[in-house]
């Protein structure tokens, strides 16, 4: 009896350990930055051995509150959460808190309780605002007139992006944003809203900025202006937030003139998060704050040599 305990013993501690499940619930692939995050996610969870099971909500909150539900019934052992708009998810984290799985948010916020939560790892989009609106007010030295491309309604980043924006140009008495139009945060997106926005102001007489929430939005603007017989990054001065790959281009091309790079390859900063507390650790920061940075066309070599690294 004693040899079979301890045979059954070494099989236990030999047996090789349940691999850790993740649900991911992701925005959609509306643009090309949101198509490397999700692509950098499942390239760190395969790196660390964990089992991740991803769902795409095609920017569809009711598909995506469905995939968080989905994700409970599961039993995952967390859940990781881009929410395509802010409200509504107070039921779904209620939910999962009920069944001990721990919620992460990533990139875009939730003015849910925080303590539904275990933190939010995400870029201070209000900043990203800021440093564009800045950095437009300093080229323009404080007079410009702006039209604004918006991302998702209800959405993190549009709202914060267009506070933060605001906040900067309020400085200056002679910047104001003349025109807004939604594009949705996709290239077709921008450049159907840019069309609308060229017939509003009769070719964009007394605009010298196109203000953009997103790289993609303001690519599909650029190909729409030019299209109109127009030259975006030099009558038109053309401002964005991401850093993909195609606004370096478009840098060097001279059709684009700065962008906020909104980092993609953040899942070791998310899986770092999740695995910590995992492990039981407590005490980590509510909010995990990627880092933004300014780029303009003198930058676009390096980072377009990084992105093909």
Not at 154 to 183: D, E, T, V, Y
Request: overall charge neutral.
């Amino acid at each position: 009896m004693r040899h079979v305990c301890l045979i059954l013993l070494a099989l236990l501690v030999t047996a090789p350990s349940r691999a850790q499940t993740v649900g991911f619930a992701q925005v959609g692939s509306e643009s090309s930055w949101r198509t490397a995050f999700s692509a950098d996610m499942k390239g760190e969870a395969s790196r660390r051995g964990l089992h991740l099971l991803f769902a795409d909500a095609d920017n569809d909150v009711e598909r995506q509150r469905a995939a968080v539900r989905g994700f409970i019934a599961k039993h995952v052992d967390a859940i990781v959460l881009a929410p395509v708009i802010v409200s509504g998810w107070t039921e779904p984290l209620q939910e999962a808190q009920a069944a001990g799985i721990p919620v992460f948010i990533v990139d875009r916020q939730v003015d849910a309780d925080p303590s539904l939560f275990v933190a939010r790892v995400a870029a201070d989009f209000n900043l990203e605002g800021r440093l564009a609106g800045a950095w437009l007010a300093q080229a323009t030295r404080g007079t410009c007139g702006i039209v604004e491309l918006q991302g998702t309604a209800g959405s993190g980043p549009a709202i914060q992006r267009h506070k933060g924006f605001l906040a900067a140009i309020s400085q200056f008495p002679s910047m104001r944003i003349l025109h807004s139009a939604n594009g949705e945060f996709t290239r077709d997106g921008g450049r159907r809203a840019m069309v609308g926005l060229m017939e509003v102001t009769h070719g964009l007489q007394g605009v010298c900025a196109v203000w953009s929430h997103n790289d993609d939005m303001l690519i599909g603007a650029i190909a729409a202006m030019q299209e109109a017989g127009l030259s975006p990054g030099r009558d038109i001065l053309t401002v964005s937030v991401d850093g993909v790959p195609d606004i370096f281009r478009a840098m060097l091309a001279g059709t684009a003139n700065m962008s906020v790079e909104l980092k993609s390859d953040i899942g070791r900063y998310v899986f770092d998060v999740v695995q910590a507390y995992l492990a039981g650790k407590r005490d980590g920061p509510k909010w995990v704050v990627i880092p933004s940075h300014l780029h303009i066309a003198a930058d676009a070599p390096a980072m377009l040599a990084r992105h093909t690294d």
